[in-house]
């Protein structure tokens, strides 16, 4: 009997977190033992367990036939990332985007620092998940600079905030 605590485990999603849109989670998982490449099923079963929503969800690994053992991953189930839909900029500039129904609220950032699009800058957090838009005054930006815009949604799950991925960014000078 091997037992699979010497086993490389992988999942198919970027460092361990997957985007939700309603349905459950079940990364791809493979599993190897040295070069071996186990199979599912014939050597190994998968149990996921909290896949179903936002939050921390875990895939229980249990040797088969000449396997042993038990190992268990977790991953993190975030909201989806959100797509800026429309800009506009007269008296006061006012930003839309999609609507994302598992989501508790939004945040909203815009700063000036090229290249570093995600980082510094203000973050304005709207905590509801019915309104898609955000308006603000000229005031709060600075003449002859361009400012990027970006948005997110959050869900908080036991105590614990989810984040989205930023949207890709829009400007207004």
Do not use: H
């Amino acid at each position: 009997s091997k037992n699979l605590k010497d086993a490389t485990i992988s999942l198919s999603i970027d460092d361990y977190d997957s985007e939700y849109f309603g349905k459950a989670i079940t990364p791809a998982v493979k599993v190897n033992i040295g070069s071996k490449v186990l199979k599912n099923g014939r050597d190994y079963t998968l149990k996921y367990s909290n896949n179903k929503k936002i939050g921390k969800a875990t895939i229980t690994i249990k040797g088969k036939g000449v396997y042993s053992g038990t190992i268990k991953k977790t991953f993190k189930i975030v909201p989806a990332k959100q797509e800026i839909t429309d800009m506009n900029f007269d008296d006061f500039c006012t930003i839309t985007w999609k609507m994302d129904k598992y989501a508790d609220g939004y945040q909203v950032r815009y700063n000036s620092s090229a290249p570093y699009y995600y980082s510094g800058g203000k973050t304005i957090k709207i905590d509801n998940n019915a309104t898609n838009f955000f308006a603000f005054t000229p005031k709060l930006l600075k003449s002859n600079k361009t400012y990027y815009l970006f948005v997110r949604s959050y869900k908080t799950v036991n105590g614990k905030t989810y984040y989205g991925d930023w949207s890709d960014y829009w400007w207004v000078t």
